[in-house]
């Protein structure tokens, strides 16, 4: 059973069917806010995801295929949630490069109650894997009234 998840607010523009939204903020990403990707993570997502099974997550983006949210905020999830549910790491490759040292360093930074929150989950785990990225650029990128009323017509 496939869970897809819209990464909001470009998800937005996706037409097929959906179980549900997170939000992975590229600004996160850009300022190397790392605690607040793990504070912003939906525990439905993280359920889902411990239990195993097939999740993918949607976004677009004005600039490029493959939005900062997903090419470099999902794969620091991934990584946080390999080093909190006990893991085998797997190499953090975000655009052809390993951030594994980087994001150890990052893991390290993290407050208790980051850590906790990813660690609940641990007692789901059923052969979690990495999600699938259905991703592609838009023309409308902060097109707010129109994905408000996508948003609005769901």
């Not at 990707?37 to 239990?51: G, K, P, Q, T, Y």
Request: charge should be positive; proline fraction near 3%; charged fraction near 25%.
């Amino acid at each position: 059973m496939t869970k897809v998840f819209l990464n909001l607010t470009n998800g937005l523009l996706y037409t097929g069917a959906f179980d549900g939204f997170i939000r992975i903020q590229s600004c996160h990403c850009e300022r190397k806010c790392w605690g607040k990707v793990i504070e912003n993570i939906d525990n439905n997502f993280l359920m889902w995801l411990a239990l195993g099974k097939d999740i993918v997550v949607v976004d677009y983006s004005a600039r490029k295929q493959v939005p900062r949210a997903l090419y470099q905020g999902l794969h620091w999830i991934w990584y946080a949630v390999q080093k909190s549910w006990g893991l085998p790491l797997d190499k953090a490759m975000v655009r052809g490069n390993d951030c594994s040292s980087y994001f150890e360093g990052q893991w390290k930074l993290l407050d208790k109650k980051e850590v906790n929150k990813l660690k609940y989950f641990r007692k789901f785990l059923n052969n979690p894997k990495f999600p699938q990225i259905i991703s592609g650029q838009t023309n409308f990128d902060g097109d707010y009234e129109l994905l408000s009323n996508l948003a609005k017509a769901l």
